[in-house]
């Protein structure tokens, strides 16, 4: 720097202006006597004036902590009037709040081409704390990343422009087997991934660091690595691109996936077994009943045959056997036709289509229409919604507990059926609940005979019936058919009941079906 | 006892059921000249030669056709026979132990005429044979022979 300062040229005050008002230093004209006449708004900020308050009763005097103030005065301006200029510490003391600030100070003689001050000193201070604060602030953000590094459970290793690796956590180090000093300075393609990618990943590392973009940035991206003792490892990687010392670095999160990758493998692995399995099961009960079907049918043609053709021939008894093996085999067939029928309700006929609760509900209720005029019956139907489901399957449904609320009536009442429906919303519970989301609660009341509350799981069970066939008819297969559809719709059926009373069955059914081939949203 | 006026083909391998239409039949009073044919093959065989010429084997103014046969089943045997031009004009029944939905749609989509599920009984089916007769060859106009 120049001894003194000197202005030849003229300074306008816009000028002025721009320079002093963008600079955050304390910027101050003032006579050779220490009377101000210019500060920079920097300045007025750290002595407390406001903007536009005149500086005509201050000294400088009155900008300083009195140590400070004297220093400058005895060394300071003896120096500047011998070399021009002077460098040192001081306190600027806040006019308003009497807070004391340490600051950098610079002092020169500046001389001025006319005007009645020729001479005058020009005095910039610079924050020092601001400064400090800004070091501190590096510091500690440094031995932050430092701690997040070293504390990371996943490996993260830091490569430079060059290509070349930086950092290398502890996690890296137990990861890959390799110690931090020994793959500094390498390249991460020729010690982590293996050859077959190397090149490929370098080409990558390296159109990434010059363009600053790449096919990986900000993804992760699924990649095989190599430890040290020669395993190979799945891994998930990201990329994050930085500026480091004016140049592009690029850190690489690494997370080992080998236990997710396993257990992925094996759930995909159960998943096929159950499908398979299920699969077989289904195919099996319906081969079964398809195939025992005939030679039944044909055991209860030609007995009816023989009781058509040859029944006066038969004695009594000849003909009491008849006629028990005529219902012993009937009952036979209707059991087949029920597990034909369970079988082939499955949870891959995914025909899902908007199925209006209240139109399917009125015509299972006109099909029953006769069964309910004989039982002197009445069936009331609330305001059902619309869900997306299998058509055949939910009127099937409806159909077996409506069925069901008639069938099992008290001998001196006749049945009153209730069927309402409404929207829910259902919160995940336990497992195996449904899982959260709309549904779609059906309830079905009946003032029937009712059951024990030990039966209200048993009564869904294949082929389960709580009364002799002589009071109440049936297979015992519409309750395990009704669990099944609703089942197969990602839902709950259950049931309550006071025995002698009556009984509700409750069906729990999302209002909407995933993975839908119609796709249409009730 | 009337002179049989029609003729009747069964194309089923089942040795009983056989037996129970032809009971069945008897039964009902429908006394037909009956055929039978054990699968989807012997069916076509049959119907070409009919085609063909002569009178023997005669042309039959019903097929009962049974779905479930070995070889070239029921299905395919009424595929080929409905897309030849030739024979499309029999009436062709299913008669099947099968009420699968797939079943029935999969026949008439096909252009079979009926669709019969076997009954159960004896009675039953005396009661589908009087009710196919009467509807076959005393209601219907069927197609003439040349």
Known sequence: MSEALEITGGITDAAYQVLAGSISDFICLASAHGEPFLLNPAGRRMVGLEEEEPLGSLSLHDFYAEDSWKELRDVGVPAVNRVGHWEGRSQLRNLKTGTLLAVRTLMHRVRLPQGERPTVLAILHRDDEEASRLRAALVEAQARKHSILESSVDPIITVNHQGVIIEFNRAAEQAFGYSREKVLGTRPSDVLFPPSMSAEHRRRIERYLEAGEGSMLGRRTEVTVNRANGEVFPAELAMVLSQEGGSPVMTLFVRDISLRKKGEEEQARYAAELERSNRELEQFAYVASHDLQEPLRKIRTFGDRLEVKCGGLLDETARDCVERMQKAAARMQELIEGLLMFSRITSRARDFAVVDLAVVTREVVGDLEAQIERVGGRVEVGNLPKIQAEPLQIRQLLQNLTANALKFRRPDEPPVVKIDGRYVQRRAQQPGAPPAGEQCRITVEDNGIGFEEQYRERIFGLFQRLHPRDEYEGAGIGLALCRKIVECHGGTISARSTPGKGSVFEVLLPVRQGGTRRGKQP | ?146
């Open chain 2, 1 to 146: 006892m009337k002179k049989p006026s029609h003729t009747i083909l069964i194309a089923d391998d089942d040795e009983d059921d056989c037996l129970l239409v032809q009971e069945a039949l008897r039964e009902a009073g429908q006394e037909q000249e009956l055929r039978v044919v054990r699968d989807g093959d012997e069916l076509l065989g049959y119907l070409r030669r009919a085609q063909d010429g002569g009178q023997d084997p005669p042309r039959p103014d019903l097929v009962l056709l049974d779905l479930k046969m070995p070889g070239k089943d029921g299905r395919q045997a009424l595929r080929e026979l409905k897309a030849d031009p030739r024979l499309r004009d029999i009436p062709i029944v299913v008669l099947t132990t099968s009420s699968a939905r797939d079943d029935v749609s999969y026949c008439y989509a096909m252009g079979v005429n009926s669709y019969v599920t076997k009954p159960a009984s004896f009675r039953g089916m005396v009661e589908v044979m009087r009710t196919l007769g009467r509807y076959w060859f005393e209601i219907v106009e069927l197609p003439r022979r040349e």
